[in-house]
Every structure is written in C-alpha cells, then in structure tokens.
C-alpha cells in the first residue's frame, strides 16, 4: 500500500504522528515520510529517533495555505492530524481553535487538491458527533469540510475520507498519563469527573492499523468508526490505582457523561462492517457511490433506524483486568 508512495502527517510528531510513521517505516518501503508540524524542537527530537533517509522534516502550521502547498508538492498520501484538542483551552481561546481546526482543514483540503494528492484521510474524534464543546463542533465542521470535497475535486484524482475514534490509551493529555503523573507526585486522592462517566478506548497501535485498513477501503466520502470498547471511569481508577481512594469533582465544562460515535440522527447513514461502521455522505457526489461494498470487497449492511453507538450503551464493556492489561 505504501510502498515506493510519498507519504506526508500534518501533526507529525503527535502521538499518533509517530507511531505511524514507526510502523510504515517497519513494514513498507515508502519513498518519503514527511513531518509537517510547528514544534522545532519536537521536530528535532525526533529526527534523533527515526534518521531513516526516506525522513522529510517540514517546519509549518496548517494555518499557512502557502507552506502546506509548497509541502504537498508530489506528495501520495496525506493524514491530517494536525489539530488543537485540549477541550478546556478550546473553550477559554475559541477562535484560535477555528483558525486550526477549522480553517487549517480547508487549507489542507486546497492544497491536496492543488497539488493533486491521491488520498487523504482526517483523523476525527467521538466529541465531533452531537458536539456540546467547541473542540467537538470544530472537528465536526473539519467532518464535514473533508467529506464535501470530494463533491469538488473534479477532474483531480484526489478523495477525502475521516477516521473517528475514541480515547487513545496512554496519549498526551489523555487521562491515563494524568492520573499516572498524580500518584508519581505523591497525589493520595484521585479525582473523578463523575462516577457514571464512559468513554470508547483504543490503542495507538489499533488506532494506526486502522486508519492504514481504511486508507486501503476508502472510495471517498466516509467517516469510518472502529467498533471499540467502552470503559467506566471509575474502574479506569480502579485498574491504575485500586487502593488509592477517589474524590468525585464534577463535570469539566464541554464534558459529556457519556461520548457517541455514531449519532441516532445518522442511523439511516450508516452501515456496519465486521469491525467498523461507517457514515455515508448526507450529499450525493456527482458520481454516486455504493459504500455498502469497499475497496477491499468487504460488504456492509444498513443498520436499524435509531441506532447510536454510545460509550455508555457499547455491548462491549472492558473489565478492570483488561483495563490494566491495554494500561
């Protein structure tokens, strides 16, 4: 798939960022890896960690429609993770939030198309369907900008596609490494948003194979949702620190007690895989699709009308011995 393919990350040196390019590194002979990003000195730490030769480190922000059309220059395939995703900080800096996640997505959509990039894949979030926050409302305009461009692209080669998934175990900012940094401090109470509180999780590994699947599934147009399980919060404690007592804080402004994938509103839009859904396009291209079978010639099904996939009704609940395990 990626082989002899130039392949460039908006975001790069993220958790994710580097964890791809780790894996196609080991599995693939691509033509060039290029890091885009705006952190010199993440850049340079991580030239220390992945020298290979094929290795293309450009200092941008997506915010800079000329650099990011400069940076896709003969470029195959792009995945877009560039992004502000503290929810807190979106809502106390609303528009510097627009600028990236917004106005960023549209940049990169001009420049995949300008410069004729073969497939783009956006890598979404659970707080982007029924947004109560801003992160979650810019990300779903990013959805709904990259899924409209392949209406636009004309005779250019170029499709567009989004990844959605849940929480990322041990990612920067998520809550496994905040609690882990709590007890390292000498914390003797861990703090609970609400004892109701469930979330979807996936490794970064999982998180990586499936946006790489999806690049080889996607015809253009899909959000794609990994079936994922689901975990309380409480037991998430439980597993890190099971004798370290809790204390119930509250709800952070722009937090949900439960997070959803797939929103009831798009069940006659959606279609399950084995192990994924996706949610088809509310437009119709100038080329009808059938998504119900992909590039791989797996074949999907509709789901019932009033399905939502919900963290706090998921079928597949981890246990804290499993909680601790994926820790």
């Known amino acids: 798939m990626f082989n002899n393919k130039s392949i460039l990350v908006t975001g790069g040196t993220g958790s994710f960022g580097k964890k791809f390019i780790k894996t196609v590194l080991e599995k693939y002979k691509p033509k060039k890896v290029i890091v885009f990003s705006r952190d010199e000195l993440k850049q340079?730490?991580?030239?220390?960690?992945?020298?290979?030769?094929?290795?293309?480190?450009?200092?941008?922000?997506?915010?800079?429609?000329?650099?990011?059309k400069q940076a896709f220059n003969g470029v195959d395939y792009i995945i877009h993770a560039a992004a502000l995703k503290q929810v807190p900080a979106a809502e106390y800096n609303p528009m510097e939030c627009v600028k990236t996640n917004i106005n960023g997505a549209q940049n990169?959509?001009?420049?995949?198309?300008?410069?004729n990039v073969e497939k783009v894949?956006?890598?979404?979030?659970?707080?982007?369907?029924?947004?109560?926050?801003?992160?979650?409302?810019t990300k779903l305009v990013s959805d709904k900008l990259f899924v409209a461009a392949n209406n636009v692209v004309g005779d250019c080669r170029t499709?567009?596609?989004?990844?959605?998934?849940?929480?990322?175990?041990?990612?920067?900012?998520?809550?496994?490494?905040?609690?882990?940094?709590?007890?390292?401090?000498?914390?003797?109470?861990?703090p609970i948003t609400d004892m109701k509180m469930t979330r979807f999780w996936i490794t970064l590994p999982q998180g990586v194979e499936f946006v790489m699947k999806s690049f080889q599934r996607m015809q253009g147009g899909e959000i794609f949702v990994p079936k994922i399980p689901s975990s309380k919060i409480i037991d998430l404690a439980t597993a890190?620190?099971?004798?370290?007592?809790?204390?119930?804080?509250?709800?952070?402004?722009?937090?949900?007690?439960?997070?959803?994938?797939?929103?009831?509103d798009d069940s006659h839009l959606?279609?399950?895989?084995?192990?994924?859904?996706?949610?088809?396009?509310?437009i119709t291209f100038f080329s009808p699709?059938?998504?119900?079978?992909?590039q791989l010639?797996?074949?999907?099904?509709?789901?019932?009308?009033?399905?939502?996939?919900?963290?706090?009704?998921?079928?597949?609940?981890?246990?804290?011995?499993?909680?601790?395990?994926?820790?």
Do not use: W
Not at 60 to 66: C, I, L, S
């Open 270 to 282: 959606t279609l399950e895989f084995p192990d994924h859904y996706v949610i088809k396009p509310t």
């Open 121 to 137: 894949i956006a890598l979404s979030t659970d707080k982007a369907a029924n947004p109560i926050n801003l992160y979650g409302a």
């Open 297 to 327: 010639q797996e074949v999907g099904k509709i789901v019932s009308q009033g399905f939502e996939y919900n963290s706090g009704t998921n079928p597949h609940f981890l246990t804290v011995d499993e909680l601790r395990e994926m820790i």
């Open 44 to 68: 340079f730490e991580m030239q220390q960690e992945f020298s290979d030769s094929v290795m293309r480190y450009f200092i941008g922000d997506v915010r800079d429609a000329e650099r990011l």
């Open 159 to 190: 499709r567009f596609s989004v990844v959605r998934y849940g929480n990322v175990v041990g990612s920067r900012g998520s809550v496994v490494p905040f609690f882990q940094k709590l007890i390292s401090n000498g914390e003797e109470v861990l």
């Open 108 to 115: 990169v959509i001009n420049a995949a198309i300008e410069n």
């Open 240 to 264: 890190i620190a099971p004798d370290m007592p809790i204390k119930v804080i509250g709800i952070r402004p722009g937090e949900k007690l439960h997070e959803i994938m797939c929103p009831i």
């Open 289 to 294: 699709l059938d998504y119900r079978v992909n």
